[in-house]
C-alpha cells in the first residue's frame, strides 16, 4: 500500500495566488518529515502548546497586583492562584499524558499506520473553513458532553468535578481534567480532523489555535484584546463565560462559541463585581 508519507519530497508547480502556504509546507516536509510523521508529534504539540500558551498569564497570576496594567482586568481579584495550585494543576496534565495519552498513543501504534502527509499544501480558503469546521464540530460535541455531565449527578462526580475544584480558573487549570474528560477530548480532536478530511497542516493549525483558546478560556481576565473581545457580535464566550461557568456551572457550556447557549437559555454574562464567598 502506497504510503505518500515515505515518497521523496516533490516540489508540485501551482499558483501563488492558491498556493500561498506552499513554500512554508516544502519547508517543513524538507527538514522536519520525520517528525511530522511520528504518532507522537501531535501530544507532543498540543502539549507544548498548552504550556507555551499558560506561561505568561501563570507569571500575572504571581505578580498581582505589582502589574497593574493587566490586574486592573482580573475577574475575581479576590481569588489568586497559588503556585501550589498552579503546580498541582500542571503535574495532573503532566500525569495524565505520561501515563495514559502516551501508552494510547503506543497501543495506537499497532492498528493504525502514520497518517500520510501530501505533497501539496492546503489553499488558504481550505485551511480556514475546514479548521472552522472542525471547530464547529468539537464545539457541539464538548457542548452536548458538558452539558450532560453537569446534569447528571454521578457523571459529574466521576468525571468531570476534578475541573471544577477552583471556583475561579486560571491557565494552568486548563488541563486539570480527569482522565476520561481527557481522553474523551483528545479523541474528538484526533478523529474530527480525519472525518472532515483536513490536510495535516490544517489539523495541527486546529490544535495550536485550539489550545490557544481554551488557555484564553481559563485565565480569569476579561483583557480587551483577547478574541472573545475581537470576533465581533459575541461569537466566542472567552474568559467572561468560563469564569460565570466555573462560579454558576449550570451555565455556558459550549466551550468556544456562544451559539449553542444562547439557542438552549444557558447562556449568563459576566458580572462585573465579584462578591467573596
Known amino acids: 500500500m502506497l504510503n505518500v508519507s515515505e515518497q521523496p519530497l516533490q516540489f508540485l508547480p501551482s499558483r501563488a495566488s492558491d498556493r ?25 504539540l498540543a502539549f507544548s502548546s498548552y504550556t507555551f500558551f499558560s506561561i505568561p498569564f501563570a507569571i500575572l497570576d504571581v505578580l498581582g497586583e505589582r502589574v497593574p496594567l493587566f490586574h486592573q482586568y482580573k475577574i475575581q481579584a479576590d481569588r489568586k492562584p497559588t503556585l501550589g495550585m ?21 497501543i495506537s501504534m ?39 455531565h453537569h446534569k447528571h449527578p454521578q457523571l459529574y462526580r466521576w468525571i468531570h468535578a476534578i475541573h471544577h475544584e477552583y471556583i475561579a480558573p486560571f491557565s494552568w487549570s486548563t488541563e486539570h481534567l480527569s482522565i476520561p474528560e481527557l481522553m474523551t477530548v483528545g479523541l474528538w480532536s484526533n478523529q474530527d480532523p480525519i472525518i472532515l478530511r483536513c490536510h495535516p497542516l490544517t489539523t495541527w493549525s486546529v490544535t495550536i489555535f485550539s489550545l490557544w483558546m481554551s488557555v484564553e478560556d481559563h485565565i480569569g481576565y476579561d483583557l480587551p484584546w483577547t478574541l472573545n473581545h475581537l470576533v465581533p457580535f459575541g461569537l466566542l464566550g472567552g474568559a467572561p463565560a468560563h469564569d460565570m461557568h466555573h462560579q454558576k456551572p449550570n451555565t455556558n457550556f459550549a466551550p468556544f462559541f456562544s451559539h449553542w447557549d444562547r439557542i438552549f437559555g444557558t447562556a449568563v454574562p459576566l458580572k462585573k463585581k465579584m462578591i467573596k464567598r
Open 20 to 44: 500561498l502556504l506552499q513554500p512554508f509546507w516544502d519547508y517543513l516536509l524538507l527538514h522536519y518529515r520525520p517528525l511530522m510523521s511520528s504518532p507522537f508529534f501531535p501530544v507532543l
Open 86 to 106: 498552579m503546580a498541582r494543576s500542571f503535574s495532573t496534565a503532566m500525569y495524565n499524558h505520561i501515563f495514559f495519552v502516551l501508552p494510547a498513543v503506543i
Open 110 to 148: 499497532f492498528f493504525m499506520s502514520p497518517p500520510p502527509l501530501p505533497p501539496q499544501a492546503p489553499t488558504l480558503y481550505e485551511l480556514c473553513i475546514d479548521g472552522l469546521a472542525a471547530l464547529l464540530l468539537f464545539d457541539t460535541q464538548y457542548f452536548i458532553w458538558h452539558f450532560a
